[in-house]
């Protein structure tokens, strides 16, 4: 167990290109910590030199207060997971798990004890003397993690340890690994395209894009509160809805034009916003979290210059609640993340979506008045794309 330091890492490919650009983060002594950015942004990169496999162009990396930099891969006391377990076929679950204790030359019996205790952990007790074939692709995965648990590493490093399992079966595991990393309180650092993996399994994530680290904070920190448009849209599923809207300042009150509407905000409402005075008359981007907007006929006190009128153009029902989709006519915002297909599709008609109760009648074609919780609106300078 220790800390982690990666200071300024920096990974310049012999093509030129730069995967990774002075990645400075810390991770305190049995932290989670969730790196998560797009496909390609640089997260194996990342894992890789910290792991060895990869050499730094730059930087420093510190485990404990020992530097690694120069360091054979093998002496660095960490272990790592990956999305593809490579667990060896011919052999059973316990000589896999077992593995790299024989390799340090530990002894038949205490192997045997560490590998049950292992196999506990992970719930892997009746399958020791089955092999890999004839396990679940989760079984499987545990027994990759019961590989790297046995070596008892100052630092795990996983990668897309659970891309390879059906959705529910990754529900289950995300539960699984968080729960066994705080029994066993093994510092890890854990790599993920997939931002509700992030949010539901670090202590803090830190968001990263085309090799450049975006902002690092725990969870509803960064969901609260994004520093830039990409955080803004990249967490949280629906996605922020973000349009570029005129604002303009009097009588103690922003008003947001979005499109031919706009929205009052009482001043003292944007406490945190100290230079959104600064943009009167200026073109922002605005964001709107789809569960900041409810259906009008289901709270009806709420001040009628903090809603919109809106035609219903799509509806979802999730049980739970309704996801109410709606254009509107202001111009929305192409953040930079490639993978948001999703969202290209919706900057593409200009839609907007809701999270409203699941009571709401909205139907599709209806026009409908949308509330807006304007405390929770998010203000972004449209050049620099960071919070205002
Ligand atoms: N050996 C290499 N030479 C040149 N470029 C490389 C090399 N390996 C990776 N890259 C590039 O570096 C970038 C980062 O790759 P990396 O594998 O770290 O991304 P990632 O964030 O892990 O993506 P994914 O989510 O798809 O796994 C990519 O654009 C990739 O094409
Ligand atoms: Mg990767």
Redo the contacts with the bound molecule.
Sequence with gaps: MATAKLDNITKV???G?T??SNLSLQLADGEFLVLV??????????L?MIAGLEEMSEGDLYVGDRLLNDIEPKNRDIAMVFQNYALYPQMTVAQNIGFPLKLRGVKGTERKRQVHHAAEILQLTEQLSKKPGQLSGGQRQRVAMGRAIVRQPALFLM??PLSNLDAKLRVQMRADIADIQKNLGVTTFY?T?DQVEAMTMGDRVAVIKD?LLQQVDEPEKLYARPENVFVAAFMGSPSMNLYEANLSLHNEKFKVHLGDQSISIPTRLTERHTTLGNYDQQTIVVGIRPEDFEDAALAPTHPDDQQLTVTVSGREALGAETLIHFPLNAPSIDTGDPDALDELASIASGRCTARFDANSKARIGEQIRTNVTVENMHFFDRETGLVI
């Design positions: 490919y012999d093509n290109f995967a990774v950015g797009p496909s390609g942004c640089g997260k194996s990169t990342a890789r990668d897309e790599v395209h090799g």
